[in-house]
């Protein structure tokens, strides 16, 4: 059984968004900006998709279901940023 390219493909996006998951988390937990937190949550729900996609390969008996949350997830994530393109946050003195 050997990786086809897509899946190497995409293990490395999901292996970026956990990268950006990690930035973004930091810069989250010093400025707490609620932007800063949707977009945090959006690369770690696109992680999570990543994950699941190139792990499907592995684990061919689970089936659909895999591709069932793969797709809530890709929801997911246009979902938060969607919410962090029009989130408005006051602005401190």
Known sequence: MGMEID??????????????????LAAYLRERRRKLLLVTAAFF??????????TESFFPMIGDSLEVWGSVLNFVVLLLFFFAMVTKEQIRD
């Open 45 to 54: 729900s696109y992680f999570l998709m990543g994950f699941l996609d190139s």
């Open 7 to 24: 899946n190497v493909i995409v293990l490395l996006s999901s292996i970026l968004a956990l990268v950006l998951f990690t930035i973004s």
